[in-house]
């Protein structure tokens, strides 16, 4: 089975920064487009950004856009979100997916495993 395992959240003024790392176990981690959601208290998860198999292509939401950089490093089995000048707004548990695709997808269910999520609070 695979599993992923989401670090590096925890509480930031506003304006910090903190690195979120998902770590993969199991030997087809290259064959899997990742994704990283959102979910705050009372709202929808929500997506943040994906990254296709081998990097190539990104995208991100327009919240985040400018702010946030997704990257991966396949001889790691590990994918980063590096969240910059973040904001109350942000606050939410953050959540790594994978997903059997080269692209990935902004939907969730399109995701066949996730990990537990990490807690992140932006403080004004």
């Known amino acids: 089975q695979e599993q992923l395992v989401e670090s590096g959240g925890g509480l930031v003024q506003a304006g910090g920064s903190l690195r979120l790392s998902c770590a993969a176990s199991?030997?087809?981690?290259?064959?899997?487009?990742m994704g990283w959601f959102r979910q705050a208290p009372g709202k929808e998860r929500e997506f943040v950004s994906r990254?296709?198999?081998?990097?190539?292509?990104?995208y991100y939401a327009v919240s985040v856009k400018g702010r946030f950089t997704i990257s991966r490093d396949n001889t790691k089995n590990t994918v980063y979100l590096q969240m910059n000048s973040l904001k109350p707004e942000d606050t939410a548990v953050y959540y790594c997916?994978?997903?059997?695709?080269?692209?990935?997808?902004?939907?969730?269910?399109?995701?066949?495993?996730w990990g537990q999520g990490t807690q992140v609070t932006v403080s004004s």
């Open positions: 199991g030997r087809t981690f290259s064959r899997y487009a």
């Open positions: 990254i296709s198999r081998n990097g190539g292509t990104i």
């Open positions: 997916a994978a997903a059997a695709s080269m692209y990935g997808s902004d939907r969730q269910n399109e995701y066949d495993f």
